[in-house]
């Protein structure tokens, strides 16, 4: 892999600036100022979760095997992960010690956690006319490589993030998975754990790293291939876009990944799913 590149860093930009000159063409940026005057910014830690919310329901993601603490979850790992409700103070006792297992993933907070609405503000930055619930992020975990069909705003309150983003024209290089698996928008390489001879394209990758802190808000355009590493303990926020802009490539993939199928199938080929 190419060496990393860095992201612009911009305080308290003018709105109509952001929306021409980074969610228009799909740049990713981080905006700083933007989570200056939240209330979670001094109040929200797991021991302030464990006092103030501890007897509150929370969904997480769950899985039997331990996550790594030094590869991704892959797809099937992650196709066997399910769904469970802890009680706030029992879901921070677990993943403070021991192996992870569990980690809170985009929970919205108007439907499930209404009573933290209060402590931030929806920035101005996030798409026009949203009705979108803010979501909570909350664990330690090495998310997989992938990317959203929407644009997103990704801001750490508590802990910190590094985010390896490639642009989607790297995506030749990133090996996705196949449109009709279970996990079609994720990458079947892990970038701490690379297997060059499965994947000797990915060398040619062309990353851009981003380590983000409390306050930071990271910009991360529909489209755009992250995986986020979060070693310790972190609370984040993000507010998706509703409205998915038109990703042609994507439509380029699936057409190109069906006439594939096709020419294989009459040359009797075997079909593969990842």
């Known amino acids: 892999m190419h060496e990393p590149m860095t992201l612009p860093r911009l305080h308290l930009p ?5 929306r021409r000159h980074f969610e228009g063409p799909r740049r990713p940026v981080v905006l700083t100022g933007v989570m200056a005057s939240w209330r979670a910014l001094e109040w929200w830690s797991p021991e302030y979760f464990a006092r103030h919310l501890g007897h509150l329901e929370v969904k997480a993601m769950t899985t039997d095997e331990p996550a790594s603490e030094d590869a991704p979850l892959g797809p099937e790992q992650l ?13 921070l006792q677990e993943v403070s010690t021991g192996p992870v297992r569990s980690y809170v993933s985009g929970v919205p907070l108007t439907s499930d956690l209404a009573v933290l609405l209060n402590d931030i ?4 930055y996030r798409e026009e006319g949203s009705s979108a619930s803010p979501r909570l992020w909350l664990g330690r ?3 997989p490589l992938h990317y959203d069909h929407s644009n997103n705003l990704h801001g750490i309150v508590y802990g910190a993030k590094r985010f390896t983003l490639f642009s989607p024209k790297q995506s030749r290089f990133l090996y996705p998975c196949s449109m009709l698996s279970f996990t079609p928008t994720m990458s079947r390489l892990s970038l ?3 297997d060059d001879e499965r994947f000797p394209r990915w060398r040619r990758a ?3 790293v981003v380590d983000l802190t409390p306050g930071e808000l990271l910009f991360i355009p529909a489209g ?3 995986q986020d590493t979060t070693p310790t303990l972190t609370i984040s926020i993000d507010f998706p876009w509703v ?6 490539w994507l439509v380029l993939r699936l057409f190109l990944w069906r006439q594939l199928v096709r020419f294989r199938g009459r040359l009797g080929a075997p079909r593969q799913r990842s």
């Open 14 to 18: 003018d709105v109509a600036e952001f």
């Open 79 to 91: 196709k066997r992960t399910q769904v469970r409700r802890f009680r706030m103070r029992d879901f």
């Open 121 to 124: 503000e929806l920035p101005e």
């Open 141 to 143: 975990l090495v998310g």
């Open 192 to 194: 701490r754990q690379a």
């Open 206 to 208: 062309e990353a851009t």
């Open 224 to 226: 755009w291939w992250h």
């Open 243 to 248: 409205k998915s802009p038109k990703l042609e």
